[in-house]
């Protein structure tokens, strides 16, 4: 059988569909498998305040001049850091497989699937700007941020 354009794309379309449901289906199993939670032993406390977001045992090495200086922004940017990178990746996620619904559904529309192929290549652009910005930050950094 001789494939047709339509023939193609439906292809295509099916491929995609179903590659990106196995990967949201392999990204659910992994997040499944989280290490398990430990107790803390007492409580951890950033002068006055209780927390457990940042770790700031050691108070006297942030007061000291050298190496540390700067300690306690350099732990808010990393958690910072990390929450902006989850947040990217789950948008990442929602705009592959909006493009992906867009390009299966698009059937002999023209402009939709090139608005499809246009989402992801956005997708896939934003991520690699966000490579290279996190590439940048750790760079920037003394010691970098992790």
């Given amino acids: 059988m001789v494939q047709t354009y339509s023939n193609r794309r439906r292809w295509w379309a099916h491929h995609v569909v179903g590659f990106t449901a196995a990967l949201g289906m392999m990204l659910a199993g992994a997040g499944m498998l989280a290490p398990p939670a430990h107790a803390r032993d007492g409580e951890s406390k950033c002068g006055e305040v209780t927390t457990s977001l940042i770790k700031c045992d050691d108070i006297d090495k942030y007061s000291k001049v050298g190496e540390n200086e700067g300690g306690y ?13 989850a947040g ?3 948008v990442a996620v929602g ?18 699937v090139t608005k499809a192929l246009e989402v992801i290549r956005n997708v ?18 003394p010691g970098g941020l992790f």
Wanted: net charge negative.
């Fill in 88 to 90: 990217v990746g789950i």
């Fill in 95 to 112: 705009g592959i497989v909006y493009g992906a619904i867009l390009y299966a559904s698009a059937a002999d529309n023209q402009a939709q």
């Fill in 73 to 85: 922004i350099f732990d808010l940017l990393g958690f910072f850091i990390r929450i902006l990178t």
């Fill in 124 to 141: 896939v652009i934003g991520l690699v700007a966000y490579a290279l910005m996190y590439v940048l930050i750790e760079f920037l950094i």
